[in-house]
Structure formats: C-alpha cells, structure tokens
C-alpha cells in the first residue's frame, strides 16, 4: 500500500470524515484530498501531524498495513511468556489480571481444603 493509501485507510478505520481530519490538522480540504489521492506526497510536519491525531508513530502512517498487531492469546505461550505479557501491561490492568489471579488461587486452596476435610470427616 502507498502511503496516500495508508492515509485513507488510517482514517476509515477510525470512522472519520476528510473534513474532520483536516480541520483538526490545519490542512486545506483540497490539500487532504490531494493526499489520499496520491497527488501530492506529505511534508513529515504533515505526518508528524496526522501521526499526532492518530496517536500511532510517523512509521505505523507508512507501514499501516503492518501495523496491526496480531490477537495474543497466553494459553500458547510458556510461563515465562504469559509473565512477560502480563508485565508489559499496564498498571491499571495489571493490578486487574493479579486480582483474577489471586481469586483463582484462592478458590482452588478452599476448593481443596474442604475436598480434604470432607474426605478425612468421612
């Protein structure tokens, strides 16, 4: 994909119009359109605009059909993977995946402890 095409995608793929796109960064609607069209090639103060708005890097603008990551799923991945994913969240959901860990933990402690009690009461 070129980097025009890019451009268009980026900006469908978040449901916005032209119009929003160039208000926003400061360019003339003819100017924009010329940009998606491949008519003229953006400046890098353009990119570095567009990539601002987007919140992704002036790269992702020209690899965009790169820059979707892949789904992760952890259940594939060894322990210390799973570890290493869980780290590079961040604090908020972190905190939120070490609770559910924690629940489970505890969960299966009771689950036995009265597997065994009852086992031993019998």
Not at 41 to 57: C, H, M, N, Q, R
């Given at each position: 994909?070129?980097?025009?095409?890019?451009i268009k995608?980026?900006?469908?793929?978040?449901?916005?119009?032209?119009?929003?796109?160039?208000?926003?960064?400061?360019?003339?609607?003819?100017?924009?359109?010329?940009?998606e069209?491949?008519?003229v090639?953006?400046?890098?103060d353009?990119?570095?605009k567009?990539?601002?708005?987007?919140?992704?890097t002036?790269?992702?603008?020209?690899?965009?059909?790169?820059?979707?990551?892949?789904?992760?799923?952890?259940?594939d991945?060894?322990?210390?993977?799973?570890?290493?994913?869980?780290?590079?969240?961040?604090?908020?959901?972190?905190?939120?995946?070490?609770?559910?860990?924690?629940?489970?933990?505890?969960?299966?402690?009771?689950q036995?402890?009265f597997?065994?009690?009852i086992q031993?009461?019998?």
């Amino acid at each position: 994909m070129s980097v025009a095409d890019n451009i268009k995608k980026l900006r469908e793929d978040k449901g916005l119009m032209q119009k929003e796109v160039y208000n926003e960064i400061g360019l003339k609607p003819a100017h924009y359109n010329k940009l998606e069209k491949a008519l003229v090639e953006p400046s890098l103060d353009i990119l570095d605009k567009l990539a601002s708005f987007y919140g992704v890097t002036i790269d992702e603008i020209i690899h965009y059909s790169h820059a979707t990551p892949k789904a992760i799923t952890v259940e594939d991945k060894t322990a210390s993977e799973q570890v290493r994913l869980i780290a590079q969240l961040n604090d908020k959901d972190k905190s939120t995946v070490m609770n559910i860990i924690d629940t489970m933990l505890t969960k299966q402690k009771f689950q036995t402890f009265f597997e065994q009690n009852i086992q031993t009461a019998k």
